[in-house]
């Protein structure tokens, strides 16, 4: 591909969009952040943030591939089959601040690199704020 392609397609992208694949809920709902993986079953974590180096950045959640071992606020929780490595994050009764990047690791034993995801998270107002505006 020549370089002015990737530029016009740059310049083509509508507003708000990035690298990184949306979820958009609505506040006062549940909002679930899609996360699946292949292969042996398997620790992971989900973060707030853009996926760092190594680990999950600011912790929300870890699994040891079975259940879940760590969470740190009750609305954060795994309602797919973990063990079928459906690991999609439910945050309870979002909020517009829970507005931003999120981070899916799988820890692969067998690989150099861990799979790492960062989604964004985009929590609108509900419907009452409309109506009192
Ligand atoms: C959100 O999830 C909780 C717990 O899973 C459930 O009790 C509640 O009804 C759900 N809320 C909505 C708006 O679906």
Redesign the pocket.
Known sequence: MHPWVAILGLLLLPDGVTAYPQVTGVA???VTLPCYYNGEVTKMCWGRGACPWSHCGTNIIWTDGYRVTYQSDGRY?L?GNIPRRDVSL?I??AAVSDTGLYCCRIEMRRRINDIKTTLELRVNPGELVFLLL
């Open positions: 006062g709902q549940n929780q309602n439910t309870n009764n």
